[in-house]
């Protein structure tokens, strides 16, 4: 019932970013927003790591290992986190969360290419079935200038962006603890976000009031902080059943974006969700029939 809970809290957590981001948007511009939050939740999570962490694992990265630190949060928090909040000021937060969904099958895409690694027909039915899933849930929203196609393809080239970033974390033999890597990418990632922020951002139009702080704290805490230390908890219990609580996101986020930001729920909505989550299952299950035999 622990892991479960765990599995069900992370779920809420990550699908929850995207309709904290639209509320965040809407006060200051979408780099500001991101950089502040990135900030925020790398100084306490090195805070945390160097002060109660125990054990010679907490220390500083070596020459090595700073260069790795710096592309993973350069791919991971700079280019897809950076791209995702831009995009969410023009992209309805169903469809955020719904587009988060669909990194499995774009890694494997990019694992064939940078690891020599062929998809499988399964794999291939997943990618297909997860896609048109986000189109025909975008659909609706199109007409209605609730997302544009520019909002959606910057979106998309952020889930590139984090699929490239965790397919290089799985290349690399991290020797430093999963929350010194989470701290030093993050916060390395703002450092080099900050230089094109401070360059196109309208700091004029920038309203550092409620919903802005309450929206930064949000992702800052539950998401980047929280959410992520229920992630590696999977993940050390088993990286293939960690997976399937990304099955979820697209229904507790589709629910958040109704009930907090009144985005309509539609037929097209539901059909989308309900391929992606087939498309989902389709790119796991060779993996699943794997785990289980073994």
């Known amino acids: 019932m622990k892991n479960i809970g765990i599995g069900i809290l992370f779920s809420i957590l990550w699908s929850s970013a995207s309709v904290a981001t639209k509320f965040g948007v809407q006060s200051a511009a979408p780099l500001i927003l991101a950089n502040v939050r990135f900030f925020i939740a790398g100084i306490l999570l090195l805070s945390f790591s160097y002060l109660l962490g125990k054990g010679e694992a907490y220390r500083l990265p070596n020459k090595k290992e700073w260069k790795q630190l710096a592309l993973f949060g350069f791919l991971n928090t700079t280019l897809y986190l950076g791209l995702y909040v831009c995009a969410m000021k023009y992209t309805a937060a169903g469809i955020g969360s719904l587009a988060v969904s669909t990194n499995p099958l774009i890694i494997v895409l990019l694992s064939s290419w940078w690891l020599r690694r062929r ?3 399964e794999e ?10 986000v189109g025909l849930a975008t659909y609706p929203l199109l007409a209605d200038s ?7 393809s910057i ?3 952020s889930m590139v962006a984090v699929s490239a970033a965790s397919v290089y974390y799985a290349t690399v033999s991290w020797q430093l ?8 990418q993050v916060f390395l990632g703002g450092l080099f976000l900050l230089p094109v922020t401070i360059m196109f951002s309208d700091f004029s139009a920038t309203r550092l009031n409620g919903v ?3 929206s930064v704290l949000w992702l800052s805490l539950a998401v980047s902080i929280v959410g992520l230390i229920c992630w590696f908890y999977l993940l050390r219990l088993d990286t293939v059943r960690a997976s399937l609580w990304l099955f979820l996101c697209p229904l507790f986020g589709f ?3 109704w009930w907090l930001m009144s985005e309509p729920v539609t037929g097209y909505t539901i059909a989308g969700t309900v391929l992606v989550i087939a498309g989902l299952y389709a790119g796991q299950r060779t993996r699943l029939a794997g785990k289980a035999k073994a």
Do not use: D, H, Q, R
């Not at 609730?146 to 959606?152: A, K, R, S, Y």
């Not at 603890?177 to 030093?184: A, K």
């Open 124 to 133: 291939w039915l997943g990618i297909v079935l997860g896609m048109a899933g």
């Open 119 to 121: 998809p499988k027909s």
């Open 146 to 152: 609730v997302t544009t196609f520019g909002g959606i």
């Open 155 to 157: 979106l998309l080239l």
């Open 177 to 184: 603890p999963n929350l010194l890597i989470n701290g030093w």
């Open 212 to 214: 802005f702080w309450a």
């Open 255 to 257: 629910f958040f974006a």
